[in-house]
T-cell receptor, first 112, second 112 residues
Framework: GEQVEQLPSILRVQEGSSASINCSYE??????FPWYKQEPGENPKLIID?????ERKQIQELIVLLDKKAKRFSLHITDTQPGDSAMYFC???????????FGKGTSLTVIP | GGIITQTPKFLIGQEGQKLTLKCQQN?????MYWYRQDSGKGLRLIYY???????QKGDLSEGYDASREKKSSFSLTVTSAQKNEMAVFLC???????????FGPGTRLLVL
């Protein structure tokens, strides 16, 4: 099975509403969960991350939640703007293996 | 701050050709990665390296070789390019595993 599952693969929301992306992981040893935003023709850029010693982290309009028991983490973008339209990738990593597993990505479109 | 450079930016090859992609980083990071990204899809790990002269296979290593000649550089070789192959190869580096990964701008490969 997939190490990291990411849903939905496509997400369309109205400007000003919230967008949520959910990821689940298999390896209970995973302890670092970054989120990347990739705009067309650009490389992925880190937008927010969370480590396993936290359950919630917020940077401006970005909120990430981590449920270690359920092995799930999620990204919530509040008050979405057209500039938030992009591909978003979640990932999970374990310090022991120095390996990252990425989700397959979510294509977010914010409709003006 | 640091920077990751990838050369070439665009690579056009012939079927069966051996092609080499290069990556340099000046973050002084220990770990470097090579990913393949097919259009509209997620990132798949080809190889990673945790230190100079180290190589670790990712899920997609078949058909590729890699070399970590020195701490700052990590090269990837497509051993035999497949006809009509089209993908972006992304190099990344991080201080250690389970740390923020910084991505290079990518090499866009097209095989005729």
């Amino acid at each position: 099975g997939e190490q990291v599952e990411q849903l939905p693969s496509i997400l369309r929301v109205q400007e000003g509403s919230s967008a949520s992306i959910n990821c689940s992981y298999e390896d209970s040893a995973s302890n670092y969960f970054p989120w990347y935003k990739q705009e067309p023709g650009e490389n992925p850029k880190l937008i927010i991350d969370i480590r396993s010693n936290m359950e919630r982290k917020q940077i401006q309009e970005l909120i990430v939640l981590l449920d270690k028991k359920a092995k799930r983490f999620s990204l919530h973008i509040t008050d979405t703007q057209p500039g938030d339209s992009a591909m978003y990738f979640c990932a999970a990593s374990d310090t022991g293996y120095q390996n990252f597993y990425f989700g397959k990505g979510t294509s977010l479109t914010v409709i003006p | 701050g640091g920077i990751i450079t990838q050369t070439p930016k665009f690579l056009i090859g012939q079927e069966g050709q051996k092609l080499t992609l290069k990556c340099q980083q000046n973050f002084n990071h220990d770990t470097m990665y090579w990913y393949r990204q097919d259009s509209g899809k997620g990132l798949r790990l080809i190889y990673y390296s945790i230190t100079e002269n180290d190589l670790q296979k990712g899920d997609l290593s078949e058909g590729y070789d890699a070399s970590r000649e020195k701490k700052s550089s990590f090269s990837l070789t497509v051993t035999s390019a497949q006809k009509n192959e089209m993908a972006v190869f992304l190099c990344a580096s991080s201080l250690q595993g389970a740390d923020t990964q910084y991505f290079g701008p990518g090499t866009r490969l097209l095989v005729l």
